[in-house]
């Protein structure tokens, strides 16, 4: 291997007696380097974005959370419920009761996703984070006060600085509905707009939070809840985690859904991931197009380096060898573009994510583009620029190169 390696290394930065070959062998390689760049840079954006996506989701969504397998609402009553209690590892239990409602502001009418929190909500969660406009609170004195989703807020019109209060309705579960008078079958609620909170835009448009004892005045529920958000202690390590939910589906057995943020946003994750996925495709199938270069470079040099051949071939030289030199060849030029994309990629990314050179236009949360490096990008960059510069280095050897000699029509 050692004498394969050194005939490549040569040749590839000796000086070829046709310059064009030193060109588009500098093409392929500042080619090379440009894709694998791009690979890593764009693969840190998006691991950006993604991260600010899933903290946006954990600040609403807890770490576990407890719903009945059937039916919409349970009471938290029983053994299984008086153990989560003592668990250490447990930093707070809060009930939610949450419903489709439908909802009119100033003659505007929508239909909104109530959900009724406690009143440490606010203490237990990240919430004034992402309040945009108001204070986050659930009462003034005795009135009920809510907090409206961005985007529903923007449809209807609603402004925590306006007086007018919003109107909340829900069919009383107790009657039937009237075809004569609707109306006279539904309970309502009133509460006044306390702020508008923002967490990605499919809360925005839907969202309402209630005091929990509104949405069970609303609904005509006494202890009843729809959910138990369950809080994990700050310093628990993912291991910890997965091992105490197994101990949670042990306890509440099979008539309760135990839900970590995963699977209470299965479809959200599963779409980042297959765009994730998507996006290393379509920069690879570049990668690919780019390193056809290397096809032509190579051919030109097994042609050029034909003399070379007739004499290692006279002095006892296996084919096998010489096919090795010129697969080297072509694979040099690619690690050597994918080393110096690597470097460039790497350096523009750890700036970007240290110093935030590029910003981010308009008005966000956040002033510059988010960049997050992940050594499984790094590996699954390297892995595939090297494959690819590979297989693309045995094409013209297995061309050029046949049965130990080079094809007659090269040859004459």
Same mark, same amino acid.
């Given at each position: ?45 998006? *691991? ?151 967490? *990605?835009?499919?809360?925005? *448009? ?8 509104? $949405? ?55 779409? $980042? ?47 096998? $060898? ?10 040099? #030029? ?23 050179? #590029? ?54």
């Amino acid at each position: 291997m050692k004498l394969p390696f050194f005939f490549a290394r040569r040749y590839l930065f000796a000086k070829k007696s046709h310059n064009v070959i030193n060109i588009i062998s500098a093409i392929s390689a500042i080619g090379m380097a440009i894709g694998t760049a791009a690979l890593i840079i764009i693969l840190s954006v998006y *691991n950006g974005f993604d991260s600010l996506i899933k903290d946006n989701i954990s600040d609403l969504s807890p770490d576990i959370l407890v719903k009945p397998a059937s039916g919409k609402v349970f009471l938290p009553e029983g053994e299984a419920f008086d153990w989560l209690g003592t668990q250490e590892a447990v930093s707070d239990v809060s009930p939610v009761l949450q419903e489709s409602v439908f909802i009119s502001y100033e003659g505007r009418q929508d239909v909104a996703t109530a959900k009724g929190v406690g009143e440490h909500f606010a203490e237990k969660t990240r919430i004034a984070e992402h309040v945009r406009s108001g204070e986050f609170r659930l009462y003034h004195g005795e009135i009920p006060l809510c907090a409206v989703g961005a985007g529903l807020a923007y449809k209807m019109g609603i402004s925590p600085h306006f007086v007018a209060a919003l109107e909340i309705y829900y069919p009383d579960r107790e009657k039937n509905l009237s075809l004569t008078n609707p109306a006279a079958s539904l309970r309502s609620i009133k509460a006044r707009p306390s702020c508008l909170v923002s967490f *990605n835009a499919d809360d925005d *448009n839907r969202l309402l939070l209630l005091p929990l004892d509104e $949405m069970r005045s609303l609904l005509k529920y006494d202890k009843e809840v729809s959910a138990l958000e369950v809080r994990l202690d700050a310093g628990l390590s993912p291991r910890a985690q997965r091992r105490f939910i197994r101990q949670m589906q042990e306890q509440f057995g099979p008539g309760y859904k135990i839900q970590d943020r995963y699977r209470q946003n299965e479809s959200l994750y599963k779409m $980042m991931r297959y765009e994730k996925a998507a996006i290393f495709l379509i920069l690879i199938f570049i990668i690919i197009i780019i390193a056809f270069n290397i096809f032509g470079s190579l051919s030109m040099l097994i042609i050029e380096k034909q003399d070379d051949i007739a004499t290692l071939e006279s002095i006892g030289a296996p084919s096998a $060898m010489i096919r090795r030199i010129f697969v080297l060849e072509g694979w040099l #030029i690619s690690l050597l573009g994918l080393a110096v994309g690597l470097v460039f990629g790497l350096g523009l990314a750890w700036l970007q994510q240290r110093f935030g050179l #590029i910003k981010m236009p308009g008005e966000f949360t956040i002033q510059s583009y988010p960049v997050i490096i992940q050594w499984t990008d790094i590996l699954l960059t390297v892995i595939g620029v090297s494959l690819i510069g590979y297989l693309i280095a045995l094409l013209p050897v297995a061309s050029y190169y046949k049965d130990g000699h080079l094809t007659q029509n090269q040859n004459s």
